[in-house]
């Protein structure tokens, strides 16, 4: 599956983005979603994923309360809601799918990658 990640760019903080990751080349609806976020010089880490069928979401508790995951399986895209973001959510976002329905929390849960969108959040 060929994953497409946009919405990223430059917002002050206390704004909101909302990112988009399409999904192309298998049945989209089969694979859970997720999202991660690498900043400069840090760890690729979990912001937030949904099972195939839009069920029960999962988000880090950095995010939690800020951020909303979903998903479209009839466009075969998830976004990510980002509002409420501080200078300390500036990262590059990259969204994952995995062959398995449920979620997973960790990097080598997914076998498909996007190739990011920058996220920036000013002070």
């Known amino acids: 599956v060929q994953l497409q990640a946009s919405g990223g760019g430059l917002v002050q903080a206390g704004g909101s983005l909302r990112l988009s990751c399409a999904a192309s080349?298998?049945?989209?609806?089969?694979?859970?979603m997720g999202w991660f976020r690498q900043a400069p010089g840090k760890e690729r880490e979990f912001v937030a994923a949904i099972p195939w069928n839009g069920g029960s979401a999962y988000s880090a508790d950095s995010v939690k309360g800020r951020f909303t995951i979903s998903r479209d399986n009839a466009k075969n895209t998830a976004y990510l809601q980002m509002n409420s973001l501080k200078p300390e959510d500036t990262a590059v976002y990259f969204c994952a799918a995995r062959i398995y329905r449920g979620v997973s929390t960790v990097v080598d849960g997914y076998e498909y990658w996007g190739q990011g969108t920058q996220v920036t959040v000013s002070s």
């Open positions: 080349g298998r049945t989209f609806s089969s694979f859970a």
